[in-house]
Each structure stands twice: as structure tokens, then as C-alpha cells.
């Protein structure tokens, strides 16, 4: 190091690899700082909520399962939740005085397959559930709802009176924390509502579920894998009653090729049972075991499929002074921007002084003073 006058002259290189390396901790230090503040700020688990507005105390550590382990779970409907569109489950106990409640979660790929799998394994014999999930039920010492894209089910082996309320509370708690945004499925909404068993409408994604609530057998009869969606539901009559199966396909020509496929496999299968079908655009249906054929066409007669198209109006090219007025917006907004970039560099610079002095700015080993030397010519 040499000293001229006042200054002194730092002959070494700086150290570009330390100076990186300060930065690159002070960013990480944000980052942290920010992350932090983040996971302070964010809502906790529902279980957590249940555990402090119930005192009821977490039995055990939470089990959690995928679509690769669920199987060793739940074997005969892991399948079929796959099919829906499984993607995990939480499983957490509680205990109190002796007594156990055990809640499972289910999150779906999106509200349409937490529907069906909640239609699936809904027991008819059960009471619906008012003000708790977008639909749910109770009986017993159960209690199950859907809402948004999770399937929630709870159970108490305890079997004691005292735990039905809590049950009930615990139910409203989780349906308050979890998102509530739905909508029925659009098939769903095009079954015809009179005479129908509302609770025995089930919708499907594809042929396990279907199979498992109508006997068509182990095979893909009517092509669900392609992309349709379905609904079974029963409808009684005063001296009749029958099943009907509403499937929507992708294209029109779908349902044409797997209404006659699936009509010609069923009927061979089955050739004393009845069936009745009727097909509109990318829409199929088909009445299965009605007696009488005046109850099966009546039910056909309702069911009715109305395609729309829209055009999107002609986009109206912008005046020459909306454009203008645009670039000066966009130039506003851009000098505005580079200010306040500005201004918070200079603040992280002050701060950074202040906080780590002849470290990140100013480092005397990373200082260098080039001198020329030049004199003035001689006169």
C-alpha cells in the first residue's frame, strides 16, 4: 500500500469473487427474511385449527399418502380414486377423555373429481349435511363433504354420544378453512328432475366407477377413457323405476361409434335385460331396466341437448391517439419504475454501510487509484 498527500493507494486486485460472495449472502439474507415473513403470515393446516378451537390433541403424527401408496390404504378403491383424479391424503387422530375422531382429507385434481368420488361413496342411507361443504352427509358417527377439490371424511370407532357434537364442529371448522368455490358438473344439471332419487346420483370419469355401481362388467363398454363424463342416476315411477345413464363425449363422433359398440356388447351380455338409448350430437342416453317402455320414452323424451356457437366480435383496430396516449401511459409508468429502482438502491446502499461498514462498498482492499502522471509542456 502507498500513501500520496491524504490518500492511500490499495495496490492489489479487488477481490471480484468476495465481493460476489457478500452480495450473495445479503440476498440470501432477504430471501430469508422474506420467507420467514411469509410462512408467519400464512394460514396454518386445518388440523391446526381443530386442534385449537376443539383442545382435542393430535394422536399420533400425520399420515400422508399419494396415488403410488394409497393402495396400501385403501386397495379396493385406489383405482378408482386414481380415476377420479387422486392426488393426496392426510390423515390425522384426535383424543380426548378417550374418545377418538379420525379425519381424513382427501385433495382431488380439481372440484369436479371431489364431486364424483363423494357421489361414489355417499351411503343413501345417510342424512344430508345443511351449511357444512358444497354437499355432505352424516349418519351414525360419520360425517363426509365435498367441497372445492377436497373429499373430507371423519369417524369416531369411539361410538360415544358425547362425540356427535364435536363431530359436527370439527366438520364446520375444517368447511370454513378450506376454499369453497364450486360448480356442478354441466351433466349433472341436464337430468331431468322428476321422479328422480336425488341421492342416487353418481358421476363418473370412467369405467371402474361406472362398472362398480351398474353391472357392465370389467370392460370399458361405452369408451369413458376417451375423455367423456357421466351420470347414473335411478328414477321411480308408481309401478316402474329404472336406471338411466347420461354420457358426454369430446366430439360427436365418439358417441356415434361407442353408443353402438357399447349398445351391441351390453345387449349381448344381457339379452333380457332391457335397454333404450337415444343419442344427440355428443350426447348419449340410455334407460336400463325400465318394465315399461311408455316410462323408458317419456324419460328419453325429456332429455334434451342444445349445441351453441359463438363468434367472438371483429376486434376494432385503436385510434391514433388512444395509441398515443398509451405510450405515454407506458412511458409514465416506466420512469416510475426506474425511480423507485433508484431510490431503493440507494436506500440498500446507505443501509448496507450501516450495517456491514468497509464490507459490501468502500473496501479498502478492494480500492485502486489509477494515476497517469501527466504533467503540463514545458512553455
Known amino acids: 500500500m502507498e500513501t ?21 449472502y445479503l440476498l440470501v439474507l432477504c430471501c430469508f427474511g422474506a420467507s420467514s415473513f411469509s410462512a408467519q403470515t400464512n394460514p396454518a393446516s386445518p388440523f391446526d385449527y381443530i386442534q385449537t378451537e376443539t383442545h382435542w390433541k393430535p394422536a399420533g403424527g400425520l399420515r400422508s399418502y399419494d396415488s403410488k401408496t394409497l393402495p396400501n ?17 392426510d390423515i390425522q387422530e384426535f383424543q380426548q377423555h378417550g374418545n ?24 343413501g342411507a345417510a342424512q344430508p349435511l345443511q351449511g357444512i361443504g358444497n354437499m355432505g352427509e352424516q349418519q351414525d358417527f360419520e360425517i363426509s363433504f365435498a367441497q372445492n377439490r377436497y373429499y373430507v371424511k371423519m369417524f369416531s370407532p369411539s361410538r360415544s354420544s358425547l362425540v356427535q357434537p364435536v363431530l359436527l364442529k370439527m366438520a364446520r371448522i375444517l368447511s370454513r378453512v378450506l376454499p369453497k ?3 356442478v358438473p354441466s351433466v349433472v344439471t341436464r337430468l331431468p328432475q322428476e321422479n328422480l332419487m336425488k341421492e342416487s346420483v353418481v358421476f363418473v370419469l370412467g369405467f371402474r366407477a361406472l362398472n362398480q355401481k351398474f353391472p357392465f ?20 315411477f308408481p309401478q316402474d323405476s329404472a336406471k338411466l345413464l347420461l354420457i358426454n363425449y369430446p366430439t360427436q363422433q365418439l358417441a356415434k361409434k361407442y353408443l353402438q359398440s357399447g349398445y351391441q356388447a351390453y345387449a349381448a351380455q344381457n339379452p333380457n335385460q332391457s335397454i333404450f338409448f337415444r ?21 328419453l323424451e325429456k332429455m ?14 385503436l385510434s391514433i391517439a388512444r395509441m398515443m396516449l398509451n405510450i405515454f401511459l407506458y ?15 440507494g436506500f440498500i446502499r446507505v443501509l448496507s454501510k450501516k450495517l456491514f461498514p468497509n464490507r459490501l462498498f468502500d473496501r479498502r482492499e478492494s480500492m485502486e487509484i489509477i494515476r497517469l502522471n501527466l504533467s503540463l509542456p514545458k512553455k
Do not use: C, H
Request: avoid cysteine.
Open 279 to 299: 343419442r344427440d350430437g355428443p350426447q348419449v342416453v340410455l334407460v336400463l331396466g325400465a318394465k315399461s317402455a311408455e316410462a323408458a320414452t317419456a324419460l
Open 331 to 345: 412511458i409514465g409508468v416506466m420512469l416510475v419504475l426506474t425511480l423507485m429502482a433508484g431510490i431503493a438502491f
Open 304 to 317: 334434451s341437448y342444445v349445441s351453441t356457437v359463438s363468434w367472438d366480435p371483429k376486434a376494432q383496430p
Open 217 to 236: 362388467g370389467n370392460t370399458d363398454l361405452f369408451g369413458l377413457e376417451n375423455g367423456a363424463e357421466a351420470v347414473l342416476a335411478e328414477y321411480r
Open 4 to 24: 500520496v498527500g491524504n490518500q492511500r493507494l490499495w495496490n492489489g486486485r479487488p477481490s471480484w469473487l468476495e465481493f460476489g460472495l457478500d452480495w450473495l
Open 100 to 123: 377418538t375422531i379420525v379425519i381424513e382429507i382427501y385433495e382431488m385434481a380439481d372440484p369436479t373429481a371431489a364431486y364424483g368420488i363423494y357421489t361414489f361413496l355417499r351411503s
Open 73 to 89: 390404504l385403501r386397495p379396493k378403491e385406489a383405482l378408482i380414486f386414481n380415476e377420479y383424479g387422486f392426488t393426496r391424503l
Open 181 to 183: 368455490s364450486f360448480v
